[in-house]
């Protein structure tokens, strides 16, 4: 009886701190989210060119391989994410400049489709519990594969192969946050630091990616 | 070949040299899903590339 009590007790304090995860992830993502928001806006108003797009995105992915896995364990690796958010916003302002200009339907519609994606996916692995993590080989290789076609499309040019690889990265972006979702759930990803980071990750990649697809196919021009 | 297209190569590239760990302990360790698994990964995936169809046609 008392150690059916302790094992009832323990698996309630799991499951209570599997909500506390949750919880603090889906804030911390809230927030970065409207930061980087706020960055790309104001990215956009300033007219920020292509090549500072780029240094403040390489400047967030130096950030991310490499301050960021050392400071997630402390309260450091909060300011550390926002500042990786932040310039990630930052650097989108040219492309949403872009898109502004030829068709802002374009620009508001990828922010509304990857905001239902996302709550659409969350809510299927919160309600479902599944794991997902059988799915880990899987959409890691076929990462390194949109990784090596992106890789060899900067060379090609091949505007078709562009669009291949931004469906792809929406399905592998839409796999990752089941993936990480479920991670969450079931105790893989206990850090709700390092969690908000990779889902933030796999939005703004599917945010672009639907902004390539939207672009090339929607409207009448 | 101008300088963006080689800051976006570089950039690729760091990204693979640091996915591959992850992914090569991902490829030997992960478990194996039966059909059911992927069933419940397929359906919603299906689900979002008809979404994504009608986010087309609205656009």
Same mark, same amino acid.
Request: charged share 5%.
């Given at each position: 009886?008392? @150690?059916? !009590?302790?094992?009832?007790?323990?698996?309630? @304090?799991?499951?209570?701190?599997?909500?506390?995860?949750?919880? !603090?992830?889906?804030? &911390?993502?809230?927030?970065?989210l409207i930061?980087s928001g706020v960055m790309a806006l104001v990215g956009m108003s300033t007219g920020l060119g292509q090549?500072?797009s &780029?240094?403040?995105?390489?400047?967030?992915?130096?950030?991310?391989?490499?301050?960021?896995?050392?400071?997630? !364990?402390?309260?450091?690796?909060?300011?550390?994410?926002?500042?990786?958010?932040? &310039?990630?916003g930052l650097g989108l302002a040219p492309m949403l400049n872009f898109y502004m200009a030829i068709n802002p339907s374009v620009v508001s519609t990828a922010l509304g489709g990857t905001g239902v994606i996302?709550?659409?996916?969350?809510?299927?692995?919160?309600?479902?519990?599944?794991?997902?993590?059988? $799915?880990?080989?899987?959409?890691?290789?076929?990462?390194?594969?949109?990784?090596?076609?992106?890789?060899? !499309?900067?060379?090609?040019? $091949?505007?078709?192969?562009?669009?291949?690889?931004s469906?792809?990265?929406v399905?592998?972006?839409?796999?990752?946050? &089941?993936?990480?979702?479920?991670?969450?759930?079931?105790?893989? @990803?206990?850090?709700?630091? $390092?969690?908000?980071?990779?889902?933030?990750?796999?939005l703004l990649?599917m945010f672009q990616a639907l902004l390539h697809l939207l672009g090339a196919f929607g409207g009448d021009d | 070949?101008?300088?963006?297209?080689?800051? +976006?190569?570089?950039?690729?590239?760091?990204?693979?040299?640091?996915?591959?760990? +992850?992914?090569?302990?991902?490829?030997?360790?992960?478990?194996?899903? +039966?059909?059911?698994?992927?069933?419940?990964?397929?359906?919603?995936?299906?689900?979002?590339?008809?979404f994504i169809?009608l986010l087309i046609n609205m656009v």
């Open positions: 009886m008392n @150690e059916h !009590n302790i094992s009832l007790g323990r698996a309630q @304090e799991s499951v209570l701190a599997t909500n506390k995860v949750l919880k !603090n992830t889906y804030m &911390l993502l809230s927030m970065t930061f090549g500072a &780029l240094v403040s995105s390489l400047v967030a992915i130096g950030l991310l391989w490499f301050v960021l896995p050392r400071t997630a !364990n402390s309260s450091a690796g909060i300011p550390v994410l926002f500042a990786i958010t932040g &310039l990630l996302f709550l659409g996916l969350s809510g299927y692995a919160l309600t479902t519990r599944k794991d997902f993590s059988f $799915m880990g080989g899987f959409l890691m290789v076929g990462l390194m594969v949109v990784l090596v076609a992106a890789l060899a !499309n900067i060379f090609l040019q $091949m505007p078709v192969m562009q669009l291949v690889i469906g792809a990265i399905m592998i972006m839409s796999g990752l946050i &089941l993936y990480q979702t479920s991670a969450i759930i079931h105790g893989g @990803e206990t850090n709700y630091i $390092m969690a908000a980071a990779s889902l933030f990750l796999s990649n | 070949m101008n300088w963006m297209a080689i800051g +976006s190569a570089v950039l690729i590239i760091g990204m693979m040299v640091f996915i591959f760990p +992850s992914m090569r302990h991902a490829v030997k360790n992960a478990p194996k899903g +039966s059909m059911d698994d992927w069933m419940g990964f397929i359906i919603p995936l299906a689900v979002i590339v008809g169809i």
